[in-house]
């Protein structure tokens, strides 16, 4: 085999490693957390793991809505999306083109965009008649920073990392090995 | 030339080069000692703004020593606890060591509305009426002696055990959240002292009574019913002490009463007690005052007991084959006494259970050395230590060596037979503990002070067994004390803790009833040093464990659902009425001729579900209240107005409210516990509709 094939092999094995995965990490602390972090996180197959039902407690004071797991009906499609990912530099050994290349980026891309555009709905989309009233806001998918009383570090994990892996390597076999011929 | 010198240095130092050497050393010796005599020592400066500090409070360098030995800063953590009784609180009180923060205040044998037990809450209330004596119900408690649960002797840190003297029960405590699991009345008993003690494994916690109970020959005593005259001679054929063998069951955290045993013992006022491992595994050691058997009697011309009490020079320790004992009891050899298996006396006698040794002089304290190889006994009224060798009383029951049979005929073995030393250490010795180096400490009570002892071998390696080291003087008239894990075969040194009675001038005065006062001491070093004056105002604590911190794993949140009442395999049982948030629900139906109202609730940060519960005027009212919540310290607390109802429920806890809506009205309720910013508005109504 040569070595564009194999770049393109392992490119679309790392979407299908990463399902299994955290795709983002967010903690949370607040003064009534003591030194606890709490962590929330997202898998690749959907799967969320950490303590949402003390967030919504201290969320609902200020008319966040509750984060339930039947409301994200996304996360059920999240594999798929994954699939797609690790499908595009597969069909790029079929016929290649600098189109499965554009794609294979936007799909990566689309991950922390969908997930920043949830956030900024989340905090602008309050419940009217919460006890407490709060200005909109905007958490981000990445980065340290805090609102009111919370300490937020929010991190896109290592199952992205691989999603941006596969786009690299599935790119240098497009411009070393397939461009340069 | 210089290589000549070079050959001749070779060939050794040369006289004259070794005389100028030598004596070039013995005057710079000299100049250096008298430079050091005349100029002081450079003496370390501390920073102006701390020596500014000391200066102001006028503090001395031994108060530095102490602040700094003991100060913990906020957020790191001590090093043992001290699981102290609370006297007559009816309570046991958590402190950490060195700072002697008092960390929790556990309700045990008394109503404790924090807790919220006694107060309403289902679970709690049936602890303190099975506790009861069937003739009142008693929510008075006078802790002693805590004891800690044991593995191979050693303490493991799951369970706390401790007794009420003045009602003679038992309560177990589980150490995962601090809270009573189970209280036992001891049959055939009005009181005990003897503290409880664990035997090596824990199967049995055991402790002797206190003064006798009037036992009707054959069924024993029973409360508010057994009665004899109370005289000199009826007190000798009918009152009777006993010491009980309780088992416990650390899966589901109770006492069982039915693999119990119980050994009736002659009316003497039986005190201390421990249960031996090692050496002296198998063996169980009791001390007792009063063997004159007198009842008293100021008005009616005879001396008070305390002086008719304290006429002999010896009174017994009690040394009891306690597997021997358990052996009787498997062949059938007890009578069935008010649901207990009781050795009798005479079969005591008889099967060679029990056997005496003289012990000085209303004696207090029965504490074993780590070797399990020394039973220590405080003379209380004599100022003696006496040590008895486990070793040396095996030898003489074997070689039947007795100077004869106290009044019931119990043979009573001979003092110089089964000793190994008797130390003079002080007025009032009461209490011995250990340390990791092989020395005993007694408590003396009317001297004021913390003596120190060495102990013989194998504790005591050094040259000078059996012989005071050291004394410190306390504030004001000792008690108990209490070393890290004494009385078990790893005790851990380092601190002490004189639980003195008086407090007198130590603290600011507070009117006319003064705090206690528990003094921490360093016997780190060959001298002991006080580091600190902790006042309790709480009861009278009386004797306290101390336990290394990290050998306590406690919860921090119970599992949703849990009801803490309910242990099954270690592990908290699901409340069988616990719901999650929407589940909530109110229904009412007849059980028998009663109306019963049932509510299901639920309380999170910051409502009750429902908020308002509808009965009708003599309606039971039963509400499973379940705290959904699962963040640390996020404990809501559930109380109505005019119905002396407070009810904690701590993160995940379920539990079941109960009581009869017997008065017309609308009552509100509110959480009690401060929880969150809305707090205040945690509240509801309790509408009790008038009856038809």
């Given at each position: 085999?040569?070595r564009?094939?194999?770049?393109?092999?392992?490119?679309?094995?790392?979407p299908i490693?990463?399902i299994?995965?955290?795709?983002?990490y967010?903690?949370?602390?607040?003064?009534?957390?003591?030194?606890?972090?709490?962590?929330?996180?997202?898998?690749?197959?959907?799967?969320i793991?950490?303590p949402?039902?003390?967030?919504?407690?201290?969320?609902h004071?200020?008319?966040?809505?509750?984060?339930t797991?039947e409301?994200?009906?996304?996360?059920?499609?999240?594999?798929?999306?994954?699939?797609?990912?690790?499908?595009?530099?597969?069909?790029?050994?079929?016929?290649?083109?600098?189109?499965?290349?554009?794609?294979?980026?936007?799909?990566?891309?689309?991950?922390?965009?969908?997930?920043?555009?949830?956030?900024?709905?989340?905090?602008?989309?309050?419940?009217?008649?919460a006890?407490?009233?709060?200005?909109?806001?905007?958490?981000?998918v990445?980065?340290?920073?805090?609102?009111?009383?919370f300490?937020?570090?929010?991190?896109?994990?290592?199952?992205?990392?691989?999603?941006?892996?596969?786009?690299?390597?599935?790119?240098?076999?497009?411009?070393?090995?397939?461009?340069?011929? | 030339?210089?290589?000549?010198?070079?050959?001749?240095?070779?060939?050794?130092?040369?006289?004259?080069?070794?005389l100028?050497?030598?004596?070039?050393?013995?005057?710079?010796?000299?100049?250096?000692?008298?430079i050091s005599?005349?100029?002081?020592?450079?003496?370390?400066?501390?920073?102006?703004?701390?020596?500014?500090?000391?200066?102001?409070?006028?503090?001395?360098?031994?108060?530095?020593?102490?602040?700094?030995?003991?100060?913990?800063?906020?957020?790191?953590?001590?090093?043992?606890?001290?699981?102290?009784?609370?006297?007559?609180?009816?309570?046991?009180?958590?402190?950490?060591?060195?700072?002697?923060?008092?960390?929790?205040?556990?309700?045990?044998?008394?109503?404790?509305?924090?807790?919220g037990?006694?107060?309403?809450?289902?679970?709690?209330?049936?602890?303190?009426?099975k506790?009861?004596?069937?003739?009142?119900?008693?929510?008075?408690?006078?802790?002693?002696?805590?004891?800690?649960?044991?593995?191979?002797?050693?303490?493991?840190?799951?369970?706390?055990?401790?007794?009420d003297?003045?009602?003679?029960?038992?309560a177990?405590?589980?150490?995962?959240?601090?809270?009573?699991?189970?209280?036992?009345?001891?049959?055939?008993?009005?009181?005990?002292?003897?503290?409880?003690?664990?035997?090596?494994?824990?199967?049995y916690?055991?402790?002797?009574?206190?003064?006798?109970?009037?036992?009707?020959?054959?069924?024993?005593?029973?409360?508010?019913?057994?009665?004899?005259?109370?005289?000199?001679?009826?007190?000798?054929?009918?009152?009777?002490?006993?010491?009980?063998?309780?088992?416990?069951?650390r899966?589901?955290g109770?006492?069982?009463?039915?693999?119990s045993?119980?050994i009736?013992?002659?009316?003497y006022?039986?005190?201390?007690?421990?249960?031996?491992?090692?050496?002296?595994?198998?063996?169980?050691?009791?001390?007792?005052?009063n063997?004159e058997?007198?009842?008293?009697?100021?008005?009616?011309?005879?001396?008070?007991?305390?002086?008719?009490?304290?006429?002999?020079?010896?009174?017994?320790?009690?040394?009891i084959?306690?597997?021997?004992?358990?052996?009787?009891?498997?062949?059938?050899?007890?009578?069935?006494?008010?649901?207990?298996?009781?050795?009798?006396?005479?079969?005591?006698?008889?099967?060679?259970?029990?056997?005496?040794?003289?012990?000085?002089?209303?004696?207090?304290?029965?504490d074993?050395?780590?070797?399990?190889?020394?039973?220590?006994?405080?003379?209380?009224?004599?100022?003696?230590?006496?040590?008895?060798?486990?070793?040396k009383?095996k030898?003489?029951?074997?070689?039947?060596?007795?100077?004869?049979?106290?009044y019931?005929?119990?043979?009573?073995l001979r003092?110089?037979?089964?000793?190994a030393?008797?130390?003079?250490?002080?007025?009032?010795?009461?209490?011995?503990?250990?340390?990791?180096?092989?020395?005993?400490?007694?408590?003396?009570?009317?001297?004021?002070e913390?003596?120190?002892y060495?102990?013989?071998?194998?504790?005591?390696?050094?040259?000078?067994?059996?012989t005071?080291?050291?004394?410190?003087?306390?504030?004001?008239?000792?008690?108990?004390?209490?070393?890290?894990?004494?009385?078990?075969?790893?005790?851990?040194?380092?601190?002490?803790?004189?639980?003195n009675?008086w407090?007198?001038?130590?603290?600011?005065?507070?009117?006319?009833?003064?705090?206690?006062?528990?003094?921490?001491?360093?016997?780190?070093?060959?001298?002991?040093s006080?580091?600190?004056?902790?006042?309790?105002?709480?009861?009278?604590?009386?004797y306290?464990?101390?336990?290394?911190?990290?050998?306590i794993?406690?919860?921090?949140?119970?599992?949703?659902?849990?009801?803490?009442?309910?242990i099954?395999?270690?592990?908290?049982?699901?409340h069988?009425?616990?719901?999650?948030?929407?589940?909530?629900?109110?229904?009412?139906?007849?059980?028998?001729?009663?109306?019963?109202?049932?509510?299901w609730?639920?309380?999170?940060?910051?409502?009750?579900?429902?908020?308002?519960?509808?009965?009708v005027?003599?309606?039971?009212?039963?509400?499973?209240?379940?705290?959904?919540?699962?963040?640390r310290?996020?404990?809501?607390?559930f109380?109505?107005?005019?119905?002396?109802?407070?009810?904690?429920?701590?993160?995940?806890?379920?539990?079941?409210?109960?009581?009869?809506a017997d008065?017309?009205?609308?009552?509100s309720?509110y959480?009690?516990?401060?929880?969150?910013?809305?707090?205040?508005?945690?509240?509801?109504?309790?509408?009790?509709?008038?009856?038809?």
């Open positions: 085999m040569d564009y094939t194999i770049l393109k092999i392992i490119s679309g094995v790392l490693i990463s299994f995965l955290p795709l983002w967010i903690s949370f602390n607040a003064p009534m957390f003591g030194q606890q972090w709490l962590d929330i996180y997202v898998y690749g197959n959907g799967h793991d950490g949402l039902h003390q967030i919504n407690i201290a969320n004071y200020v008319g966040l809505k509750d984060i797991l409301q994200l009906w996304e996360l059920k499609y999240l594999p798929y999306l994954f699939l797609a990912i690790a499908a595009v530099p597969l069909i790029s050994l079929v016929k290649e083109s600098w189109i499965w290349i554009a794609a294979h980026l936007g799909l990566v891309l689309s991950i922390p965009v969908y997930i920043q555009v949830w956030l900024y709905n989340f905090g602008h989309d309050l419940q009217a008649g006890a407490i009233e709060i200005e909109p806001f905007t958490p981000y990445f980065g340290y920073y805090q609102i009111a009383n300490k937020i570090l929010a991190v896109l994990h290592v199952g992205f990392w691989l999603l941006v892996a596969s786009f690299i390597l599935s790119f240098v076999a497009y411009w070393r090995f397939y461009k340069a011929e | 030339m210089s290589k000549k010198r070079n050959n001749s240095r070779k060939n050794g130092v040369r006289r004259r080069d070794f100028v050497a030598a004596g070039g050393l013995a005057a710079g010796a000299a100049a250096g000692y008298i005599k005349s100029v002081a020592p450079p003496t370390p400066v501390l920073p102006t703004d701390i020596q500014n500090i000391i200066n102001q409070r006028g503090l001395s360098p031994e108060h530095v020593t102490a602040a700094l030995k003991t100060y913990v800063p906020g957020g790191m953590q001590d090093e043992f606890y001290m699981i102290s009784s609370g006297g007559h609180s009816g309570q046991v009180i958590i402190i950490g060591i060195p700072s002697m923060r008092i960390l929790k205040y556990i309700a045990v044998f008394t109503p404790e509305p924090w807790q037990y006694g107060y309403g809450n289902k679970a709690t209330m049936n602890l303190l009426e506790a009861s004596n069937g003739i009142r119900y008693l929510t008075l408690g006078d802790t002693h002696h805590p004891e800690i649960s044991r593995t191979n002797a050693v303490y493991d840190g799951e369970w706390c055990f401790i007794g003297k003045l009602n003679a029960r038992k177990a405590i589980s150490l995962k959240d601090f809270r009573v699991k189970d209280i036992v009345r001891l049959p055939n008993i009005q009181n005990q002292h003897g503290g409880a003690c664990a035997s090596p494994n824990t199967e916690i055991a402790c002797g009574s206190q003064f006798p109970a009037p036992w009707e020959p054959g069924k024993g005593y029973k409360p508010g019913v057994t009665y004899y005259p109370l005289t000199e001679a009826n007190y000798k054929d009918y009152w009777r002490g006993a010491t009980i063998f309780i088992a416990f069951d899966n589901t109770k006492f069982d009463l039915s693999r045993f119980e009736e013992l002659p009316p006022v039986q005190d201390l007690e421990i249960i031996g491992w090692g050496p002296s595994d198998g063996w169980a050691f009791l001390n007792s005052f063997t058997m007198a009842i008293g009697g100021t008005l009616e011309g005879k001396d008070p007991l305390e002086i008719s009490a304290s006429q002999r020079d010896f009174d017994y320790l009690h040394i084959n306690w597997k021997k004992a358990e052996q009787i009891v498997r062949e059938g050899k007890y009578v069935e006494m008010n649901g207990v298996k009781v050795i009798t006396l005479d079969t005591a006698i008889e099967e060679e259970i029990l056997f005496f040794a003289p012990e000085p002089k209303s004696p207090h304290g029965c074993i050395s780590a070797s399990g190889r020394y039973i220590v006994i405080g003379g209380k009224l004599d100022p003696t230590v006496t040590i008895y060798d486990i070793e009383i030898q003489a029951i074997a070689d039947r060596r007795f100077e004869g049979e106290d019931y005929g119990v043979p009573v003092f110089e037979d089964v000793t030393a008797k130390i003079e250490v002080g007025l009032g010795p009461l209490h011995n503990e250990f340390d990791d180096k092989g020395n005993g400490y007694v408590s003396c009570f009317i001297s004021n913390v003596v120190k060495s102990l013989g071998p194998p504790d005591y390696t050094g040259d000078d067994p059996f005071v080291q050291d004394r410190i003087t306390i504030h004001y008239n000792i008690g108990h004390l209490a070393t890290p894990e004494s009385d078990s075969p790893e005790p851990k040194g380092k601190y002490l803790v004189a639980l009675k407090s007198i001038d130590r603290f600011e005065p507070v009117g006319t009833l003064h705090p206690q006062n528990f003094q921490l001491i360093d016997i780190s070093g060959d001298k002991m006080l580091l600190y004056d902790m006042p309790i105002p709480l009861g009278e604590p009386h306290a464990k101390i336990i290394s911190a990290d050998k794993r406690p919860i921090t949140v119970y599992p949703l659902g849990a009801d803490p009442y309910v099954v395999n270690g592990g908290y049982a699901t069988p009425q616990a719901i999650n948030v929407g589940e909530e629900r109110i229904e009412r139906r007849k059980e028998g001729d009663t109306w019963v109202t049932e509510v609730m639920t309380a999170i940060r910051s409502h009750f579900t429902p908020d308002i519960v509808r009965c005027e003599g309606d039971l009212v039963r509400i499973y209240l379940s705290n959904v919540e699962t963040t310290d996020a404990t809501h607390a109380a109505i107005s005019e119905f002396n109802i407070m009810v904690s429920i701590d993160p995940g806890e379920t539990t079941t409210i109960e009581f009869v008065k017309p009205g609308v009552y309720f959480c009690v516990e401060f929880c969150s910013p809305l707090h205040l508005e945690m509240a509801g109504y309790l509408e009790v509709r008038p009856k038809e």
